[in-house]
């Protein structure tokens, strides 16, 4: 089974707007069709953008759902260990956590809409697409 990283950006949309390709990403991991591989960072940061008050509000979300989705990641996901320190993207070095993720989990994708990752297209042997190319490069069918 393919192991995957999404990025925060892509889980977010999937989780909350119920449409589109980062919907039927995040739908592969629910399926168990995908193992999803996160870290504990990545996990903080999707908590975090879940809690801000624009958020909650437009898509409203309450606490209870907050809080089983974060549980679900946990509960769900392959959790990477300490993340090794990477300085590849200097114009956004947050997102070097996510290329450490990958690294440390064994990643065979990073799913992400980000600008500073996809330049990249592949990071050690793992290849950094954006969900609709996930889609055509693997041929699964969502």
Do not use: C
Not at 98 to 126: F, M, N, P, Q, W
């Amino acid at each position: 089974m393919l192991r995957v990283v999404i990025d925060t950006n892509i889980l977010i949309s999937g989780i909350i707007q119920k449409r589109g390709s980062p919907y039927k990403v995040v739908r592969l991991w629910e399926e168990e069709a995908i193992v999803l591989v996160t870290s504990q960072s990545m996990v903080m940061e999707a908590e975090k953008v879940l809690n801000y008050p624009k958020i909650k509000k437009k898509y409203r979300l309450n606490e209870d759902l907050i809080r089983q989705t974060i549980l679900n990641l946990l509960r769900y996901s392959v959790l990477t260990g300490d993340l090794p320190l990477i300085d590849v993207i200097k114009e956004d070095p947050d997102d070097n956590k996510v290329l450490s993720t990958a690294v440390e989990g064994r990643a065979d994708y990073i799913v992400s809409g980000d600008s500073h990752l996809l330049g990249l297209e592949s990071y050690k042997g793992i290849d950094i697409v954006t969900p609709k190319r996930f889609f055509e490069v693997t041929g699964i069918m969502p």
